[in-house]
């Protein structure tokens, strides 16, 4: 219902737990996203609202806000039980290093999710350096900035990105002016980069030692999800048919 990165797409927890119960039946996980950057004042909430999708079936959380990590370690405080399910270090973590992936893994990420602009060299570096499962961004908008560290919308409108009101000012329409006054370029996009589409290398990426791929859904309507996702689907079922041996779907349904 709320600490996510897309502030308008909110689900309740009874609309969580049902879904958990649904997609265990054929093996698939179910990850929540509390990952944006919290107030103090925010903090016990926060905590109480992972307790809950805890109890609900979820089977990871993702985050950005460290003090979370810290939270779910010490039980807030020792005030409450501990947080069990496995922690994810959201791309909000601008995680693009060995060195930020190494230490998030010191944290207690057992999943790290890159940073999108990254080159396979860049992925493989990083597979070296850790042992936790790595994930990656495959389809979707790519913004202009690096995730987690994009102040745009809140210098703009005055809404942060960071706590999930991002006005995806890389969207909007603008006029290129020189210096004298004079237009260039009227009324385009000239922030927002193509978007990504990386169906025809995930057996590059598996390789590389990506575990995971990640497709945007939030804010988006049911026929994009659905049609996209599936697409993917036959993608990975045709690589794991070519590869027997080496890959196998982590759900059964």
């Known amino acids: 219902p709320q600490f996510g990165a897309r ?11 049902s879904l958990c119960e649904y997609a265990h039946r054929f093996g698939v996980k179910i990850f929540i996203t509390l990952n944006t950057i919290l107030y103090d004042s925010e903090l016990e909430e926060a905590y109480r609202f992972m307790l809950e999708v805890q109890k609900a079936g979820a089977d990871a959380i993702i985050v950005q806000d460290l003090a979370v990590v810290k939270m779910a370690r010490e039980g807030f405080g020792g005030r409450f039980e501990p947080i069990t399910i496995p922690l994810h270090a959201s791309t909000q973590c601008s995680i693009r290093t060995p060195e930020q992936a190494v230490f998030l893994e010191s944290l207690g990420f057992s999943r790290l999710i890159l940073e999108r602009e990254l080159s396979l060299d ?62 260039l370029v009227k009324d385009k996009a000239l922030l927002s980069l193509k978007d990504y589409n990386l169906r025809g290398r995930l057996r590059e990426l598996a ?33 794991i048919e070519n590869n027997p041996s080496e890959y196998e779907r982590e759900s059964f349904g």
Not at 7 to 17: F, H, K, L, P, T
Not at 159 to 180: E, F, H, K, M, P
């Open 207 to 239: 390789e590389a030692g990506i575990t995971s791929f990640k497709i945007e859904g939030r804010l988006k309507n049911e026929s994009y999800v659905r049609n996209v996702v599936r697409d993917y689907s036959i993608a990975l079922d045709r690589l």
């Open 7 to 17: 502030q308008a797409a909110g689900n309740s927890v009874e609309d969580i737990r």
């Open 122 to 183: 860049q992925i493989r570096a990083i597979r070296e350096a850790v042992s936790c499962e790595l994930e990656f961004f495959v389809h979707g908008a790519i913004c202009v900035c690096y995730n987690g560290q994009c102040y745009l919308s809140e210098m703009i409108a005055g809404r942060s990105a960071n706590r999930g009101a991002c006005i995806q000012a890389c969207r909007s329409r603008y006029d290129l002016v020189d210096a004298t006054g004079k237009v």
